[in-house]
């Protein structure tokens, strides 16, 4: 594992939160990587259990009356591709954040040095984990874990296993305003029903557990001790000082929820509120 350990980053074992104010602080933490000089990663959850949609992604592919039943989030991320199902329990999720000009320029580059502590917290746990090797055609593209896999950015289980390789974790990044944001999520447990019922669509359980593995069923380790490994993993790889959000970080993130990750307007529509209209 490479070791990036010459600039300053913190570590912040976050609390759960709703899914909006997760996206927020992702980008407040952009913000203090440009303006303060602060690189962060962190692991976190989601609390009420989220659906994130990929950007562009079509909100009419959402089961709305399902996830209202079920008390399920519904919130828009910045990166592209299909919408993930974050499950409270189920759902491990980690975000890295640095200036652009302290990480590779290419894409994959980034990815690749990005991912290391994430599969050096897989070979930690026993999850014998990789970049897949092979591609993997899509089943149902509105579903990140359903899309074809790539072997650019996801992670699949076992390493190698080819075109049967199961997917347990999918990673994304977006540059803004010249600071590079990756985040992920790593998947703990199955939940079937969750993960295909957000969807409007009629996709049968069994589709995503032959599509997806995960910590538990391949290491059988409890979830706080898999994010206490991701977040040692993350903290050894660039020798972050345990941290946590400052209050005028957690104010703004606020303010940004309400008008952004939110609000119907980004979530559907992708259209973001000026300050004061709520």
Not at 42 to 59: F, H, I, K, N, V
Not at 101 to 121: R, S
Not at 150 to 178: L, M, T, W
């Amino acid at each position: 594992m490479t070791v990036i350990t010459d600039q300053h980053w913190r570590l912040i074992r976050d609390d759960a939160r709703d899914g909006a104010m997760q996206m927020a602080l992702e980008e407040i933490a952009a913000r203090a990587a440009l303006e303060d000089g602060v690189r962060t990663v962190r692991t976190y959850a989601w609390e009420p259990s989220t659906l994130s949609l990929g950007y562009r992604q079509d909100a009419d592919t959402v089961n709305w009356e399902f996830c209202e039943r079920e008390g399920i989030d519904v919130t828009r991320r910045q990166t592209g591709g299909g919408g993930i199902y974050h499950d409270r329990h189920a759902d491990i999720s980690y975000t890295i954040v640095a200036p652009a000009d302290e990480v590779p320029g290419d894409l994959m580059d980034c990815y690749e040095l990005f991912c290391e502590p994430i599969l050096e917290a897989f070979d930690r746990m026993g999850v014998d984990a990789a970049f897949a090797s092979a591609e993997q055609d899509a089943i149902y593209r509105p579903s990140c874990y359903l899309r074809d896999i790539n072997p650019a950015h996801d992670i699949v289980a076992p390493a190698d296993a080819g075109a049967d390789a199961e997917k347990i974790s999918g990673n994304a990044q977006y540059r803004q305003r010249d600071v590079v944001i990756q985040h992920g999520s790593i998947s703990y447990a199955l939940e079937p029903r969750t993960h295909v019922g957000v969807f409007d669509a009629d996709i049968d359980e069994s589709t995503f557990t032959d599509r997806v593995t995960s910590i538990r069923g391949e290491a059988g380790i409890d979830r706080e001790e898999a994010v206490e490994t991701i977040a040692g993993a993350l903290r050894d790889w660039c020798g972050a000082d345990d941290a946590t959000w400052r209050d005028d970080e957690l104010e703004a993130a606020r303010d940004l929820a309400d008008r952004k990750y939110g609000s119907d307007a980004w979530v559907r529509n992708r259209e973001v509120l000026e300050a004061g209209d709520h």
